[in-house]
């Protein structure tokens, strides 16, 4: 688990290697056990950090080279399967001088090219320079679990693990705000890939790669997609023993490393179900790390507890407080390198640093909701209504009642396109969208190429699959995201084996019937099964793994939210009704309403521009001593 930058240069001067360094410095929590820089002198820079996993000797080093000198590699991740992939190379003639899965991705690349994207089985985010060729390969995983940013000029592109990298960069800094990309992060609360703040930055979308030459041509591609919609042959009891003995399998791969592998626990199903897979793979002791809270409704500390006892782990638990709320909103901010607004980070960064102290791998529970249709709240609803979308226009309007019908719920007026996908999106609208332009008369309309929630079938089946391929494609890399900033500024690995791309696999194959029960609202079912199985315990109602926000910021966070939000004219350019964002606070202080999402979107906001984005001119204007003007 590493940091990458890389920089390839087809036009203009190479690259300023006193910025690029600067840039590099920029990832050290990512990996603080070694740095490396490679150059061609010409066209191409890369950059490493290593956090140490597997084979810890300098055998590991990075940026790697075939020992022809033709391929270099800088790699972020871990390849699960790496050793059967060793053997096959190995029969190809291929002498390993390291034992670990970055210089088998090297050679899987250099010999078996794009196909080899296809073969592996784990979490990614990799750079590859054709020396020869003059051709750079960017890729990342199957599930976006590592994450890969860049900035594609006419000269050149840059590539980087964090997007604070990119906006340090030269070729940055005349770049406007994306309309676009602004639009969908004061509503979702977050920039989905491939969107990024600046014109010509992306995020390299899960399971793609891209592959860029000399003369500036980039071609595209993908080697993994998940399915909105495929006929299920795994049903019931057949179901329900097929994802048993994925997980089973899915942990014990997980487990390969070189150092101390640790659990994250929670009081739910999915981090128990991999913590007692786990106690039972490895045979002996396992530490397992949680977060509680002060109010009841979000703490999951008691529950995690009872799991802990009755599958015997080394259980390890902190408590988050509201004044430490205050106290941890610099480094939740510098943990972000671009805008981000989902606060369940404030217990991720928690319970990362907690586990830091005693492991360097932490298995988690991440994918289990959204491979089987573990929310059950929007799950089910969503599902009961989708017969209601094959009635005629006039009918839903009578059955929802009118008002119901046009605010869709959270004040969204859509007379225009009143779809099973547009509804469900309010859903996930954290800035309800009356308000919204209430607050921002000049809000930039959702992007027109945004169509991750154009869905108007009323068929139930394709419905429930369209459902989870939603929370997939879009939720899930959210949480992704978080989990990747919080445990790699602690400096620890977080590995999820629910979504190993067997599991992914398997779980595509599965009836939604035998995983989620509309009556009794409770879903996930095969999980429960096979933690039934380790443990007597199970909860039903899902906390989630959150903080009391609501709470936050009408107290401890409230001073800060009045002085670098409620003060404000205009956010990234875009022009602010003072008044308006008042009313909403006062509404939220008095407990008439709950608009912790909007606010706390627009308080990261605020926070993230001064820490990152209004610090970019003195970075880049202070050429002679580049790693003072970083820190800034």
Known sequence: MCGILGEFVWRDRPTDVAI???????????????EGIWTDGQCCTLGFRRLSILDLTSAGHQPMLTQDGRFVLVYNGEVYNFRVLRQGLEREGVRFRSTGDAEVVL??????GKKALELFNGMFAFGLYDVREKRLLLARDHAGIKPLYYMLRPGGLVFASQYDQ??????????????????LYLRLGYIPAPYALLNLTYMLEPGTWLEVGSDGRVLRGRFFEFPTFQAPDLFGEAALEAVDGAVTEAVRRH???????????????????????MRAVSGGPVKAFTIGTEEDRFDESPDATRYAEEIGLQHFVEHIAPEQALQMLEDVIAACGEPFADHSIFPTMLVSRLARRYVKVVLSGDGGDELFWGYTQRFCSVIQKAEDFQQPYWWRMIRWGMKRFLHLGNGYWNLRQPTLGHWYRTIHTRFPEHLLRAVFPEVPPWPEDFRLFLYSSGDVDRTAQWLRWNEFVWHLNMVL?????????HSLEVRVPLLDKEVVQLAARVDWRSCLDLESGIGKV???RALSRHVRYQTKVKKGFSVPMGTWLSSALRPVLEERVLQRQEILGLPLDREALRTMFRQHALGQRNFEGALWLLLSLSLWIEKHFAARSPVLSNRQDVRVGLSR
């Open 255 to 277: 487990l390969v490393s070189d150092v101390p592998v640790g659990v994250f626990l929670s009081g739910g199903i999915d981090s128990p179900l991999v913590a007692a897979k």
């Open 20 to 34: 690029f360094k600067g840039l590099v410095s920029l990832m050290e929590r990512r990996g603080p056990d070694d």
């Open 526 to 528: 095969p999980l429960r």
């Open 107 to 112: 050679y899987a690349l250099a010999l078996w």
């Open 481 to 489: 995201l978080k989990v990747d900033r919080a445990s790699m500024y």
């Open 166 to 183: 990119i906006l340090a960069h030269p070729w940055s800094l005349y770049l406007d705000v994306s309309p676009d990309a602004l639009a």
